[in-house]
């Protein structure tokens, strides 16, 4: 039995809506991720099954490895067709804003969505929501959208409505926020509901597998790159890796050849706290990866340092300015948190 983590009063009010709505459209957060991807097409099965005509709109495009996901090819992205989606935005019934905390991030698509009449419901996990939505069911403590997903649909009382195919998304979006279950996933409920999506007949290992296993050889030739390029600081118990404009095209980079780079430097004995540089090839700025393992919380460096934020041990933000400006901040930072980092934890 799972705990009811959803307020009893969130779920009957949502139950509402969703009865008399005939169009909901689902948006989630650019550069969409797999717990982004995994949610909404969690979510857009299950409301397919209903007789819902039901649409994913994402800002832009998302990476190869998340293309085989069943329904992926009708997710529809607004920087494409950003006329036929805020057509869907505006005539929708209720509105699904899933993965996301802050209107900002789901870039351009905010006007459409704040100005759209439909009833605006949040479904996330990241902290501190705004108050753009009637309805929020914001759970920092649980560590996928995906998961919420999944129990958002069950305490609907359609659990029996799941198919494979939505299962199959839902397990997608639970897997990469916890990096295959290897981070924020010591909550033994992940582990029932994992025994429930097997029992739609999802292959958790081929999923696994499609995710993490079918990337390019020059992907896999940038990432030896970086590591040989990284730099340690044993004595702030971190580590930084970056990536140039030059440097990804010398690679052949594609959108999501640098995912999960960030987490490679906490795989050093005594690291625990990893950064990753990476100049943007679309706006004149460097995005800023951070990742850290126990209580350090890379978030609140994140939004001192990089003006941006996320959870505990996941975070980012933004600079702007030149790659070795980037470095020379975040040096900064680790001499302002250099008492945090070197903490037993
Ligand atoms: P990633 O390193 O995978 O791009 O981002 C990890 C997490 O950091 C995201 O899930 C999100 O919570 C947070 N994050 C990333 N970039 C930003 C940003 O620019 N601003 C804020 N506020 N959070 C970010
Ligand atoms: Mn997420």
């Known amino acids: 039995m799972l705990t009811k983590v959803i307020e009893q009063s969130k779920i009957d009010h949502f139950t509402k809506w969703f009865d008399r709505a005939d169009k909901i459209v689902i948006v989630s957060h650019v550069g969409p991720d797999g717990d982004a991807i995994g949610s909404s097409l969690g979510l857009w099965h299950f409301f397919s099954s209903q007789g819902k005509t039901a649409n994913v709109i994402v800002p832009n495009a998302f990476p190869d490895f998340l293309k085989w996901m069943p329904g992926s090819k009708d997710v529809l992205l607004y920087d494409r067709y950003k006329e036929f989606a805020d057509k869907l935005i505006a005539e929708a019934d209720v509105i699904c804003c899933l993965d996301f905390n802050a209107i900002h991030r789901i870039d351009a698509m905010g006007d459409a969505v704040l100005a759209s009449p439909a009833r605006k419901i949040l479904i996330d996990h990241h902290l501190h929501p705004e108050d753009f939505c009637k309805i929020i069911i914001s759970h920092p403590e649980i560590s996928s959208t995906s998961e919420l997903v999944f129990r958002l649909i069950c305490r609907m009382g359609y659990f029996s409505d799941i198919s494979r195919e939505g299962a199959e998304c839902i397990y997608t979006g639970m897997m990469t926020d916890t990096g295959g279950f290897t981070y924020n996933s010591n909550n033994r409920e992940i582990y029932f509901i994992i025994s429930e999506l097997l029992s739609k007949g999802i292959d958790k290992d081929e999923i696994y597998r499609k995710v993490f296993n079918t990337y390019s050889e020059s992907r896999l030739r940038l990432m030896g790159y970086v590591l040989s390029q990284m730099k340690v600081y044993p004595d702030y118990h971190a580590a930084l890796i970056s990536l140039t404009k030059a440097e990804q095209s010398q690679f052949d980079y594609v959108r999501g ?36 393992v126990g209580t350090f919380p890379c978030n609140q460096l994140a939004a001192e340092f990089f003006g941006g934020g996320g959870h505990l041990n996941a975070s980012g933000g933004e600079f702007y300015g030149t790659m070795d400006e980037a470095r020379k901040v975040f040096e900064q930072a680790l001499e302002k948190y250099k008492p945090l980092l070197n903490a037993k934890g």
Do not use: A, Q
């Open 257 to 292: 050849d640098s995912e999960g780079f960030v987490n490679i430097p906490l795989s050093i004995k005594g690291v625990i706290f990893s950064c990753f540089l990476r100049e943007d090839t679309e706006k004149p700025m460097i995005k800023i990866s951070l990742r850290s």
